[in-house]
């Protein structure tokens, strides 16, 4: 009884997006980013911490959640791997 | 086996096994072979004998089990070299040599991250590319110790990146704090052994110097995920650096895409104190924007990006920066006055035909969108894409060529059209942007800037940073400076306009100012944790405040409320 709120809460649809590949994440809107970050690079296979993740241009943190960032369901991530550059 | 840098071969990525590349450097006549590969920063790794004439040097790197990202960066990068290069080459036998290892050493090789193994001269094989097919197994085995006048330099590194967390923050602590030569004291068996810390103050085994970021191939920067700085704190689109990152910043290394992105947002945040009006007029794009365009076809492209501006209005900016990473080089565009693009062509503005035709070819559907834009001119509408068509890397075309803009005709101090600049440390490449004509629409103009050349292999993604600055010190200026320098505009004119000395430090002062930052964030980061545990203890205490006072309403009279009362 004292923990039915959060089970109320609505989830959302995460699209996240790889090199064109898509998978769909549901997630809590109070889920941290952190997990969410974990599940897309299993998804991807990837090890963690291989992602950088961005919500419309904007880098997102490990201890966002999607609530904070007033993502609505159906919105798109995109997971990036590192830039590096120095070369000629 | 190979002797041409056009038939290397490279092992596919398998991630059920480590991964081990080998490689062997060897020049048959000429020294300058050695000398030209020894400009680059592994010529500390990859030691060269200086005078031998006939010098071959075989090198193993075990990547452990590196991520598939890691791994195809790692080729890039390699290849790239090879590519340059075309001492380095890679044959068949590695593949013998992989399969041996595999399969009979596998227990031996681990732990192994990079071995460079010098071999005396091999008469049989002058014509085999500097491949020795009989290459011994052992050879690259031999633990240094053993070997000590052959091997120059061994690094031992556990392989498996996720047990090494805390090595590598003894390797970073040490280094922070300058202290190579702790570093280059270690010894590889207690290095293998984890006992790093232990080991730092101990000694023999020099390892390079640059060893640290190259490590960053195999696994030690892969695991420095420790966030040591967060900014802007408490800002969506804040930065998170990690130690990882920190090393980065050490001589010869390369920067990354967090750094840049940092490092933008740094600058920023100083022009908005220092001149909050320009502030205002600049837009900074994330150093993933270009990838996300180039990434596909056009409508879609366009479509992918759409809501990374969803939120203000481009076009009301008076700057756009754009960081552009390609090909594991950084390069800057800043487009200047994108509204301009919004009104009518003007005549004198021509793209040459050739320009004209390609981008006919790309773009089949341009009607089609200049009625919906020309309409109306809210940002949404314009399918800003399509002047992005990313040029692919041609190295034999002139891109310059078909872009240049008649500039006498065009009264250069009065604005009328977007610029796309693009600033470029190995302007040579001219790796660029194509503008598309839009019917009804003004094109922008493609300039590719003559700015100082990076004399390294590294610094571009510093001369990124440092070309933002001083752009911005007076955007009018140096816009005008891009516009109109020609070919004969020497490099020191170049390095004294765009005032090059500033980077000098750079990596430095990035470095302390990261460290300074980061001891202010963690400071706070434990204040809003104490602050929270104290929220949710005081919460708890009025909660229970409350269902006592409510609770011990009927209580009251036999003596708890006075008490009750006076700390009210």
């Given amino acids: ?88 | 086996m190979s002797s041409e840098a056009a038939n290397l071969k490279y092992m596919e990525f398998d991630e059920t096994s480590d991964q081990v590349f080998i490689l062997s450097r060897y020049s048959r006549r000429r020294n300058s072979d050695l000398q030209r590969f020894a400009t680059t920063d592994l010529r500390e790794i990859f030691p060269v004998t200086p005078g031998a004439s006939r010098d071959k040097v075989t090198i193993a790197v075990n990547l452990g089990k590196p991520f598939r990202g890691q791994y195809e960066e790692f080729m890039v990068w390699m290849k790239r070299l090879v590519d340059k290069k075309s001492v380095m080459r890679v044959g068949m036998a590695v593949e013998s040599v992989w399969k041996t290892i595999q399969t009979r050493n596998a227990e031996r090789i681990k732990g192994v991250d990079l071995a460079v193994i010098r071999n005396e001269e091999d008469e049989s094989d002058d014509e085999l590319g500097g491949w020795n097919d009989h290459l011994s197994v052992d050879k690259i085995l031999k633990p240094p110790a053993q070997e000590s006048g052959q091997l120059s330099s061994v690094v031992y590194l556990e392989p498996d990146a996720r047990l090494s967390v805390s090595q590598t923050s003894c390797v970073i602590g040490a280094q922070s704090h300058n202290n190579s030569e702790a570093i280059s004291k270690l010894r590889p068996h207690q290095i293998r052994q984890g006992s790093l810390s232990s080991a730092i103050k101990s000694h023999p085994i020099p390892i390079p110097k640059c060893y640290a970021h190259k490590i960053c191939f195999g696994n030690l920067l892969i695991s420095g995920f420790q966030t040591i700085l967060v900014y802007p704190s408490g800002q969506t689109g804040a930065i998170s650096i990690t130690k990882g990152d920190l090393i980065r910043l050490q001589p010869n290394g390369l920067l990354n895409d967090t750094l840049i992105e940092f490092s933008l947002k740094l600058w920023m945040h100083r022009l908005e104190q220092d001149d909050a009006k320009l502030a205002k007029e600049i837009h900074i794009f994330s150093s993933f924007f270009y990838k996300k365009l180039e990434q596909r076809e056009l409508q879609e492209s366009y479509a992918s990006v759409a809501k990374w501006t969803a939120k203000f209005d481009l076009f009301k900016k008076k700057y756009l920066i754009v960081p552009i990473n390609e090909n594991l080089h950084w390069y800057l565009a800043i487009i200047y006055h994108p509204e301009c693009v919004l009104r009518p062509e003007p005549p004198y503005i021509k793209a040459s035909p050739s320009s004209y035709s390609e981008s006919r070819m790309r773009r089949p559907d341009s009607s089609l969108k200049a009625t919906t834009i020309s309409e109306k001119s809210t940002f949404e509408d314009i399918n800003i894409g399509s002047h992005w068509q990313p040029l692919s890397l041609l190295d034999d075309l002139d891109v310059d060529e078909p872009m240049e803009v008649d500039f006498s005709t065009e009264h250069v101090g009065n604005q009328q059209s977007t610029y796309i600049f693009t600033l470029d440390s190995l302007g040579s490449k001219a790796l660029a942007k194509k503008n598309i004509p839009e019917t009804g629409l003004s094109q922008a103009v493609y300039k590719h800037a003559l700015v100082p050349q990076q004399p390294n292999s590294c610094d571009c993604g510093l001369y990124l940073l440092h070309f933002v600055q001083t752009f911005f010190e007076d955007p009018d200026k140096y816009a005008n400076i891009i516009r109109t320098r020609t070919s004969a505009y020497p490099e020191a004119d170049r390095r004294a306009d765009w005032k090059v000395k500033g980077i000098a430090d750079m990596r430095e002062t990035l470095r302390s100012k990261i460290k300074d930052l980061s001891i202010k964030w963690k400071r706070e980061s434990v204040v809003n944790e104490l602050k929270k545990q104290w929220d949710s203890a005081a919460v708890s205490y009025s909660s229970e405040n409350d269902s006592d006072v409510m609770g011990t309403a009927s209580v009251e009279p036999h003596g708890a409320a006075p008490h009750f009362h006076t700390t009210q």
């Fill in chain 1, 1 to 88: 009884m004292s923990q039915e709120p959060e089970d109320v809460k609505p989830k959302i649809n995460l699209k996240v997006v790889y090199d064109g590949e898509e998978v769909q994440i549901k997630v809590k809107p109070n889920t941290k980013f952190a997990k969410i970050f974990a599940a897309a690079e299993q998804r991807f296979g990837k090890e963690s911490g291989t992602f950088k993740f961005v919500y419309e241009g904007k880098r997102i943190g490990k201890e966002d959640t999607p609530g904070d960032l007033d993502i609505e369901d159906g919105d798109q991530i995109d997971c990036f791997l590192e830039q590096l550059g120095g070369w000629q």
